[in-house]
């Protein structure tokens, strides 16, 4: 009686066994496959983002601790720091390879850089001036006529990006020629009204770091000109301006190719630098073997002479680098605002041969005394 029982239970077991002994293969195997593809999004053509969530999320993480004990799958990372780094939440995470001083290219930063930057929406603009074509001092015009016109899908990045809209120098490119970017604005208030406008670019709460591995910095909230405290000569410059008194964030600084990983996009049509005075620090942390950069406006934070020093610096460089310096947009009373911006394209890109001139008009160079002004 007992030897039937044993037979019927065995014939009742083993294809359920065989089930679940196969189901368990084939989730595993999925798992892997999505722990494995270096990414946390899966973009579609228009952009549009799908997110692991609950167990999808959970699971590669698990099977990524198992699998990761065997070193030689991730090159130089070791697996008791990814072990370490999968337990901790995003603050830890953070925290953790602040103090490895992890590189630019490490798996973990990449990954905890997805679960900072939000996708581009897919909602209708909320613009205060949806009539508008170029939002900036004129620089976006100005580029706009050097580039070739034909560029379809491009991608643009503007670090300080400010409100998203008032003196934007992407939103024309987003807007007008159809392309799609990156957004990076530190301040946590200007970030909420940036979000409100349903920009089509990905964007994140963040500063741009000037090493090669993130920071956790403070940041005075000086609403346009907000300004990461790293070094003495920051405090100094808060304080020259007043801003002092002003509430002060701590904000998250990733290097720029890290974040470029994150959201896999090795190119970049036009790059916007407004960062009050930290441009040279974050272009020398940039790869230019590894990401294409087409052109660049970098801001002259003052012109007096500290500023045409970092200038000269930032001109340097980039020359060095295969830039030519094509104009400076500067003040533009016609358009209300205010610009100091150096605009550099790769050379052979364009014909036409200019000078690092002044720009009053997008097409015309400021002249004083019927000759053309030359700041440096």
């Known amino acids: 009686m007992n030897s039937n029982k044993c037979k019927t239970r065995f014939i009742t077991w083993r294809p359920r066994r065989s089930f679940l002994l196969l189901t368990g293969v084939l989730a595993i195997a999925l798992c892997l496959l999505m722990a494995f593809t270096e990414t946390s999004f899966i973009i579609s053509p228009s952009f549009k983002i799908l997110r692991r969530e609950s167990f999808t999320s959970y699971l590669p993480n698990v099977i990524v601790d198992l699998w990761f004990t065997r070193d030689w799958l991730l090159d130089s ?19 953790l390879l602040i103090r490895e001083k992890a590189s630019m290219k490490d798996p ?10 939000q996708p581009p929406s897919d909602k209708p603009y909320a613009l205060k001036n949806p009539d508008l074509t170029d939002y900036s001092c004129v620089q976006s015009t100005y580029l706009n006529s050097l580039m070739p016109k034909s560029k379809e899908n491009g991608f643009f ?57 993130p920071a956790l910095l403070r940041m005075n909230s000086a609403s346009d000109m907000s300004r990461t405290i790293e070094r003495k000569e920051d405090e100094q410059w808060v ?10 964030y701590e904000v998250p600084c990733f290097p720029l190719y890290s974040i470029m990983l994150a959201i896999n996009q090795t190119s970049i049509d036009y790059f916007g630098l407004d ?3 930290n441009e040279l620090p974050i272009l020398q942390t940039i ?11 970098a801001e002259c934070l003052e012109m007096n002479a500290r500023g045409r ?32 911006d150096f605009v550099f394209l790769k050379k052979g890109l ?27």
């Open 239 to 248: 304080k020259d301006h007043n801003f002092d008194k002003n509430p002060y």
């Open 287 to 297: 790869p230019f073997d590894d990401l294409d950069i087409t052109s660049v406006t």
């Open 108 to 117: 973990r930063l990449i990954d905890l850089i997805r679960h900072y930057v």
């Open 157 to 213: 990045v503007e670090a300080g990006a400010w409100l998203g809209e008032y003196a934007s120098t992407s939103l024309f490119f987003e807007k007008s020629r159809g392309w799609t970017g990156l957004l990076i604005e530190p301040n946590p208030k200007n970030y909420e009204i940036l979000k409100r406008l349903n920009r089509k670019a990905f964007h994140i709460n963040a500063c741009l770091s000037t090493h090669t591995f």
């Open 309 to 340: 020093q970092d200038a000269m610096a930032v001109k340097t460089f980039l020359e060095n680098k295969g830039y030519m310096c094509h104009g400076i947009i500067a003040a533009n009373p016609g358009h209300g605002c205010f610009a100091e």
């Open 77 to 95: 990372i070791p697996a008791s720091k990814w072990t370490e780094y999968r337990r901790l939440n995003v603050t830890g995470k953070l925290n």
């Open 350 to 376: 364009v014909s036409e041969q200019y000078n690092c001139t002044l720009v009053l008009d997008p097409f015309r160079p400021f002249r004083t005394n019927g000759t053309v002004h030359n700041l440096i």
């Open 275 to 277: 960062v009050e005075g």
